[in-house]
T-cell receptor
Framework: NAGVTQTPKFRILKIGQSMTLQCTQD?????MYWYRQDPGMGLKLIYY???????DKGEVPNGYNVSRSTTEDFPLRLELAAPSQTSVYFC??????????????FGPGTRLTVL | KQEVTQIPAALSVPEGENLVLNCSFT??????LQWFRQDPGKGLTSLLL?????REQTSGRLNASLDKSSGRSTLYIAASQPGDSATYLC????????FGTGTRLQVFP
């Protein structure tokens, strides 16, 4: 199993550009998450999904969009990049069988800089 | 709104010391609590997961306790080693994981 994979590892964007951060998991997990981590801070939840076709907002969803057309993939879209979106982005997945008792598995992160 | 706080923010200790990292949360209605380790420039690795019905979990030199009623958890690291140097994050699980800001630990030889 590759676990949770994220691409790209690094990216520099200009203000106003768009991009998609890719996330794929091969563990057949139903829950998937996107977090951002600013320097010296904890992780803040952007969006999450409890299954294919279902997504919901987290703490900091503004400026982002997600989709979940398959169980494996959960891409994060930035439409109009702003310097405030400079951060490290982590994708995670979890197997939930009713009560959330499992641990989340994290990808290695995507370091995004917006100039 | 659930808030998670970790104290201290940073800690520097000599090798061999036993140490305690603290995590507090404001809403006791949680499914579980997890402790993660994060190395610089890396993702998160899960260390311990404590279910809401449990009081503690142990893995090697690590022991985590949970007191839901007081909204507190502690991570105990025995006989610390330089390889333990990392940032330690706690997170409470409701229908989503809410993270603290972490404790940055440095263990020097």
């Amino acid at each position: 199993n590759a676990g949770v994979t994220q691409t790209p590892k690094f990216r520099i964007l200009k203000i106003g550009q768009s991009m998609t951060l890719q996330c794929t998991q091969d563990m057949n997990h139903n829950y998937m998450y996107w977090y951002r981590q600013d320097p010296g801070m904890g992780l803040k939840l952007i969006y999450y999904s409890v299954g294919a076709g279902i997504t919901d907002k987290g703490e900091v969803p503004n400026g982002y969009n997600v989709s979940r057309s398959t169980t494996e993939d959960f891409p994060l879209r930035l439409e109009l990049a702003a310097p405030s979106q400079t951060s490290v982005y982590f994708c995670a997945s979890l197997l939930s069988l009713g009560v959330l008792t499992d641990t989340q598995y994290f990808g290695p992160g995507t370091r995004l800089t917006v100039l | 709104k659930q808030e998670v706080t970790q104290i201290p923010a940073a800690l520097s200790v000599p090798e061999g010391e036993n140490l305690v990292l603290n995590c507090s949360f404001t809403d006791s209605a949680i499914y579980n609590l997890q402790w993660f380790r994060q190395d610089p420039g890396k993702g998160l690795t899960s260390l311990l997961l404590i279910q809401s019905s449990q009081r503690e979990q142990t893995s090697g030199r690590l022991n985590a306790s949970l007191d839901k009623s007081s909204g507190r958890s502690t991570l105990y690291i025995a006989a610390s080693q330089p390889g333990d140097s990392a940032t330690y994050l706690c997170a409470v699980n409701t229908d989503k994981l809410i993270f603290g800001t972490g404790t940055r630990l440095q263990v020097f030889p």
